[in-house]
């Protein structure tokens, strides 16, 4: 690992401060729009999601509930384990509700489809899925969510929340990390 400071490790700003408010800003007005009478139970999928999750609530101009979730799939690599595990569960009760499901990005699919089912077991109202970004190229077209802020190429990016090894999240761009940051 070869962290030194974001200016020298990131490649490429893929979306900018200015691009990513505007985005996030479309989305809760659509979403506000589709839940307005429904009181949805927002769920952000901790730590990725958290700067999105904020920023999307706070433009849906709706009663919504927020609530939080933690799961670990990828440990503090750049590669998925391919395994998903819980590590904070709802505090909510979300049986007749709806539900969304808030996540940062859509990689191999395995992280959401995981909570699809986990929660959708619980019997919601219904249960929807954005998220900020989705590698499109990388999982099955079914594995899409609901919603998406931008769809993006096979790289691996950090920052609006977005980590490698629990740093970057503070960045308040998207942009792709130098491979030699994670090369062994
Ligand atoms: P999936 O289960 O393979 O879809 O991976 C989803 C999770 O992996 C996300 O919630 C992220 O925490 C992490 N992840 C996948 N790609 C990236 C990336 O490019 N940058 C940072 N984290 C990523
Ligand atoms: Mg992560």
């Given at each position: 690992m070869r962290i030194t400071t974001p200016e020298n490790d990131i490649s490429q700003i893929l979306?900018?401060?200015k691009q990513?408010?505007?985005?996030?800003?479309?989305?809760?007005?659509?979403?506000?729009?589709?839940?307005?009478d429904k009181k949805p139970v927002m769920v952000c999928v901790l730590k990725g999601a958290s700067f999105f999750y904020i920023d999307l609530c706070r433009q849906m101009q709706c009663n919504i509930d927020m609530d939080f979730i933690?799961?670990?799939?990828?440990?503090?690599?750049?590669?998925?384990?391919?395994?998903?595990?819980?590590?904070?569960?709802l505090d909510t009760d979300i049986?007749?509700?709806?539900?969304?499901?808030?996540?940062?990005?859509?990689?191999?699919?395995?992280?959401?489809?995981?909570?699809?089912?986990?929660?959708?077991?619980r019997k919601?109202?219904?249960?929807?899925?954005?998220?900020f970004l989705d590698k499109v190229d990388r999982h099955p077209a079914d594995l899409k969510t609901d919603y998406c802020g931008f769809d993006i190429p096979d790289e691996f990016v950090v920052g609006y929340g977005l980590?490698?090894?629990?740093?970057?999240?503070?960045?308040?761009?998207?942009?792709?990390?130098?491979?030699?940051?994670?090369a062994d």
């Open positions: 979306f900018t401060e990513i408010a505007a985005r996030v800003e479309a989305l809760g007005m659509e979403l506000a729009a589709e839940y307005k933690s799961v670990s799939s990828y440990g503090a690599g750049s590669k998925s384990s391919g395994v998903v595990k819980l590590i904070k569960d049986t007749g509700r709806h539900v969304v499901l808030v996540e940062d990005i859509i990689d191999s699919g395995l992280t959401l489809s995981y909570l699809k089912d986990f929660f959708g077991a919601p109202a219904s249960i929807r899925t954005i998220s980590d490698y090894a629990n740093y970057y999240r503070n960045l308040p761009y998207i942009g792709i990390l130098k491979p030699e940051v994670y």
